[in-house]
């Protein structure tokens, strides 16, 4: 009897337990977090409003919620909420100017009653607008360098540290070309130092950041003036009939006199223009000479010619003293950049008189008179500004007749007391011609004395006593 009560007490255990675990179990109720926020400028801030809810729609009240932001890749708390009556909480959160730093969470850990939950949201970046500022000086003196200046910030006067584009363009042209890129300070700054070599407009462009618009400076202008004062001539005077491209710039210090062999390059060029085989002087007997010049204009050019080996360094002395007393040259051009002229059997002296060009050799007939060979051949001797400085031919005065009684103290003589006319004389170049040739010099060697000893029928015996251009 004991017995079986037992048992019945343990099967009753039994049942009891069976049905305990089998009995369900009441279920949190599931909730749903959500985060809203309304895009903001960087360095602003911007209001992230949670709702925590369950799934039906029912308000989760008095909720306890942290919010956390991802800084540098890492989550980190910002606040804890707790949820109003409505399921309802906001907080005030700075927006940073990385995008990345941008993503907040919110979490929820739940009860016996409500479940747990987290919400997400990445909030946008309102682009700021952006200026862009250059300042330049107005003018400049060619080859001396001046600073451009960048500042960089947003509408409201914050700096903007960045990568800024400059670019330029010579006045005239429509295309930009870019010059370099700057990068700006804490404060927005930046600057840059440039030597313009001719008149220009710049401007600076900005990309568009995480945070600022993209932006464009206004045009800056800045007048590139030359380094001496520019020929004045008079108002009827005619401009040359062939006109030249600006030279190249000036290389170095001064004239810069370089004197050297003729290089292959040159010498294809040459080779069926201002020299063929026949010449009486060939390529051993000939050197290139290349000095700076002041052209009409007041900036410093780069000049070549070609002159015998022992009338180049005499030329190239004259030429660099024309250079220091500040004489101006309208263009110094090979003469073989004019073509080969039939008529002269040469490179085209007649275009090169006409372009107002300063040349020395060339292996050509003289001009007005075929089949005679001028002094040119030989590679000593030199025209100097032949425009302003007309030769009388046997066919008439060429390349104009405005000049042939007018002088100008920088640019043409017509008497022996000419300072260009002195200046060539000391470097043993003879104005051999005088005012009949007023742009042909000769080297004669020596001093200025010993050449005016010297008659043109001596210099020049193939022209029998005329004038041999």
Same mark, same amino acid.
């Given at each position: ?61 008095? #909720?306890?919620?942290? =919010?956390?932001? /991802? %800084?540098?890749? &890492? @989550? +980190?708390?910002?606040?804890?909420? *707790? ?106 700054? #930046?600057?840059?130092? =440039?030597?313009? /070599? %001719?008149?220009? &407009? @710049? +401007?600076?462009?900005?990309?568009? *950041? ?113 250079? /220091?007393?500040?004489?101006?040259? +309208? ?125 043109? +029928? ?12």
């Amino acid at each position: 009897m004991i017995l079986g009560r037992h048992l019945f007490l343990v099967l009753l255990g039994l049942v009891v337990a069976v049905g305990g675990l089998a009995a369900p179990a009441s279920a949190a109720t599931p909730t749903v977090l959500t985060l809203a926020a309304p895009g903001a400028y960087a360095d602003a801030t911007t209001t992230l409003a949670l709702d925590l809810r369950t799934s039906t729609g029912e308000p989760v009240a008095g #909720a306890p919620v942290t =919010v956390e932001r /991802r %800084v540098a890749g &890492e @989550w +980190r708390p910002v606040t804890a909420l *707790t949820t109003d009556a409505a399921g309802h909480a906001t907080a005030s959160v700075p927006v940073s100017r990385t995008p990345q730093d941008n993503a907040f969470r919110a979490s929820y850990a739940g009860d016996t009653t409500y479940a747990p939950a987290t919400g997400a949201i990445d909030v946008p970046v309102v682009r700021r607008a952006a200026t862009v500022r250059l300042q330049a000086p107005k003018k400049v003196v060619d080859e001396q360098e001046v600073t451009l200046a960048v500042r960089w910030a947003t509408d409201q006067g914050t700096p903007v540290s960045g990568t800024v584009r400059l670019q330029s363009r010579d006045e005239g042209q429509r295309r930009w070309r870019r010059v370099g890129s700057l990068v700006t300070d804490a404060e927005g700054r #930046a600057e840059l130092p =440039v030597r313009p /070599r %001719v008149d220009t &407009e @710049w +401007r600076a462009k900005v990309p568009a *950041t995480a945070w600022t618009r993209a932006a464009t400076s206004p045009v800056r202008r800045i007048d590139n003036r030359p380094p001496r004062t520019p020929v004045t001539l008079p108002a009827g005077a005619p401009r040359p009939r062939v006109r030249l491209p600006r030279q190249e710039r000036a290389v170095g210090e001064g004239a810069h006199v370089a004197i050297t062999a003729i290089p292959d390059g040159v010498w294809r060029r040459m080779t069926g223009r201002s020299w063929r085989a026949g010449c009486p002087v060939g390529r051993a007997g000939l050197r290139l000479v290349r000095v700076n010049y002041w052209g009409y204009d007041g900036y410093r050019y780069r000049g070549e010619l070609v002159a015998a080996t022992d009338a180049a360094d005499n030329m190239a002395g004259a030429l660099a003293e024309m250079y /220091r007393r500040g004489f101006p040259i +309208r263009a110094m051009h090979r003469v073989d950049r004019f073509g080969w002229s039939k008529r002269l059997q040469g490179a085209d002296d007649y275009a090169s008189m006409a372009a107002g060009n300063t040349s020395a050799f060339n292996c050509r007939s003289v001009v007005g008179r075929p089949g005679v060979r001028s002094p040119h051949s030989y590679g000593r001797a030199l025209d100097v500004n032949t425009w302003e400085n007309p030769y009388h031919a046997s066919h008439g005065v060429v390349p104009n007749r405005y000049w042939v009684s007018r002088s100008h103290a920088r640019v043409a003589w017509r008497s022996r007391s000419h300072a260009v006319v002195r200046l060539m004389a000391r470097h043993g170049l003879r104005w051999t011609y005088g005012t009949h040739d007023s742009h042909h010099f000769d080297v004669v060697g020596g001093s200025g004395r010993a050449a005016a000893r010297i008659s043109p +029928r001596e210099l020049h015996p193939q022209c029998d006593g005329f004038v041999c251009e």
